[in-house]
């Protein structure tokens, strides 16, 4: 167990559809990254997070969106979903003293109908 | 443009033998090498990070060099057991860049 939570654990919807992903970091941890994994595709890093602000953007497409509370947590909102956004979607923290160390959660299993 | 490439999708090999798996880059000048662990369906676990500075790493049966030279890196697993299945995955990061870039991973199944 890494520390790293996320919710739900699967997500079915429709496409077209939003939804919204869930992440707390582990405890002490600021940064927080969203990565999506599908077959063809890979592990792609899609942005990171600093005790709030935005600190890196990879190749995050226009629908998806995220943020970073006060408290950490952070959101993946995705939106007018495709056939091709079904994925494994992972959150990942990593410590003040080890920033270049990722704690990764177990992932949110995406799939659109 | 940049790619990560790792030597082959798999990697077959008896018990007690040991495992070694490639990642080469181009086009990149990373500050650290990272190689995760990543079991289906499950996220990666980090395993072991070394600096352009650094030439080898160990870490109990695991061990890592680095040649930025070559622009390549080695994973080793010695001594592999059943329970070292899974899919490695080497991971770059730029200086100054907060962002890993991932190959595609090599999936090892060790024998019993």
């Known amino acids: 167990d890494s520390g790293v939570t996320q919710t739900p654990k699967h997500l079915i919807t429709a496409t077209g559809q939003r939804v919204t992903l869930r992440c707390s970091p582990r405890?002490?941890?600021?940064?927080v990254y969203w990565y999506q994994q599908s077959l063809d595709q890979g592990l792609q890093f899609l942005i990171q997070y600093y005790n709030g602000e935005e600190r890196a953007k990879g190749n995050i497409l226009e629908r998806f969106s995220a943020q970073q509370f006060p408290d950490l947590h952070s959101e993946l909102n995705l939106s007018s979903l495709e056939l091709g956004d079904s994925a494994l979607y992972f959150c990942?923290?990593?410590?003040?003293?080890?920033?270049?160390?990722?704690?990764f959660g177990p992932g949110t299993r995406l799939t659109v109908l | 443009s940049q790619k990560i490439e790792q030597n082959s999708e798999a990697l077959n090999i008896q018990e007690g033998k040991t495992a070694t798996l490639t990642c080469n880059y181009t086009n990149y000048s990373p500050a650290y090498l990272q190689w995760y662990r990543q079991d289906p369906g499950r996220g990666p676990v980090f395993l072991l990070l070394i600096r352009e500075n650094e030439k080898e790493k160990r870490k109990e049966r695991l061990k890592v060099t680095f040649d930025t030279t070559l622009k390549q890196s080695l994973f080793h697993i010695t001594a592999s057991q059943p329970a070292d299945s899974a899919t490695y995955l080497c991971a770059l990061e730029a200086p100054n860049d907060y962002k890993l870039s991932f190959g595609a991973g090599t999936t090892v199944t060790v024998r019993a």
């Open positions: 405890s002490g941890d600021l940064s």
């Open positions: 990942a923290s990593s410590p003040r003293g080890s920033p270049d160390t990722q704690y």
